[in-house]
């Protein structure tokens, strides 16, 4: 059974996750004029116009996960699989490729060379964003970004430099480099002076939302992970702003080494949480929130969870059951999901009953092969279906 602690996080037993129902939600608050500042419905639907005309797209795949729903005792579980998006295998090309769109349709490209700090990811789709449309990128990841992922980044003709240190670090060594060369940073993290780049980027996130509610009914429940929380308000945003009260229950979803979202709603306000970072859901190895992902999800967001990484990689093997080469940190919000279905506290809590519908994005496919195999024992192509 779950303990409750005193700062209100529910220790969920057996799985070493921990809930925390937000304390500062204000499910009553009308998502007015601030809110549609940083991001709106209208945003939305220009960002999937733009997208929608890029070579290769299409909507990426919701798989009904019957046995998953029950087994969990719910009504339906669906997955939305971001490993089929473009070439990338993840959501974040819809960020740091439309931003760097954007910004190139405002400047041009003459004498433009773009940069940003990644765990994987981000620097992919800023450095594909970067070559269709020829301009320069310089790519910072820090120490423990695994070679699989840098050598990802560099076949999109991005410089790749890694320095020491976490991603935190990474994101200072690239704010450097751009103030010193002249460069224009495409972050998928705001900071004071640094904020209307960052929102085109979690302005693309939102077409995720926009996709997934053309594709499935309507989710009671989603759980979408953390990171510096961008994908997370780009999502609630999208609903808040549409359905006000009735939007579905959000629920953010971070590695337990990295938990800066969830420390930030214990304290009551933006929260950096340090040390190493080290998780093997890399992509959600921030210790800093965006500032301005932290507006919207400080009132609007109605959970938290922190799972170590050993659930992370339960349901990487589980997905692969099901012939879905899903990554580590693709699956984490897949993976809170269970570890609250298992525990009839953290049910109740999130009114997750026999009737729910609930919503997993994966938000990324086997973007490193070797790590991949290391921790579910197959290659991804072996798992689903294409070669030995």
């Known amino acids: 059974m ?18 925390l129902p937000n304390p500062g939600l204000d499910r009553a608050r009308v998502y007015g004029a601030d809110e549609q500042a940083i991001l709106s419905l209208a945003g939305a639907a220009e960002a999937c116009a733009a997208i929608r005309t890029w070579d290769g797209y299409r909507p990426t795949p919701v798989h009904g996960l019957a046995a998953v729903a029950r087994d969990s005792g719910v009504a339906d579980v669906l997955y939305k699989d971001e490993g089929q998006r473009f070439t990338l295998k993840s959501f974040k090309a819809m960020g740091g490729a439309y931003a760097v769109e954007r910004l190139v349709k405002a400047r041009g490209t003459a004498g433009l060379t773009v940069t940003c700090a990644t765990d994987g990811n981000h620097g992919r789709a800023v450095a594909w964003g970067a070559r269709r449309l020829r301009v320069p990128a310089v790519i910072y990841v820090h120490e ?17 430099r890694r320095v020491p240190g976490n991603y935190d670090d990474a994101v200072r060594a690239s704010a450097e480099a751009a103030r010193a060369n002249g460069w224009t940073i495409v972050s998928d993290t705001s900071w004071p002076g640094y904020d209307v780049i960052p929102r085109d980027v979690m302005q693309g996130y939102a077409v995720l939302a926009l996709e997934a509610e053309a594709q499935a009914p309507m989710p009671s429940h989603i759980f979408v992970q953390g990171g510096v929380g961008g994908l997370a308000a780009g999502i609630l945003s999208y609903h808040w702003e549409k359905r006000g009260e009735t939007r579905p229950i959000i629920v953010v979803v971070e590695p337990a080494k990295a938990d800066c979202l969830l420390q930030s709603a214990v304290a009551g306000r933006w929260t950096a949480v340090g040390g190493d970072l080290d998780t093997i859901m890399a992509g959600l190895a921030c210790g800093e929130p965006s500032e301005l992902a932290w507006a919207l999800l400080s009132p609007g967001a109605d959970a938290f969870i922190s799972i170590p990484d050993e659930r992370a990689a339960e349901a990487m093997r589980l997905m692969a059951g099901f012939g879905i080469a899903a990554g580590e940190s693709g699956v984490a919000g897949l993976a809170g999901f269970l ?20 919503l997993c994005f994966g938000t990324e496919g086997a973007t490193d092969p070797e790590i991949y195999r290391a921790i579910v024992g197959r290659a991804p192509e072996a798992v689903e279906g294409r070669a030995a």
């Open 2 to 19: 779950a303990a409750l602690s005193k700062a209100g996080v529910i220790e969920i037993a057996g799985t070493g996750a921990r809930l």
């Open 144 to 160: 423990t970004v695994s070679e699989g992922r840098a050598k990802a980044i560099e076949g999109f003709g991005a410089e790749v």
């Open 339 to 358: 570890a609250v279905a298992a525990d009839p506290a953290a049910r109740a809590a999130l009114k997750l009953d026999a009737a729910a519908r609930v």
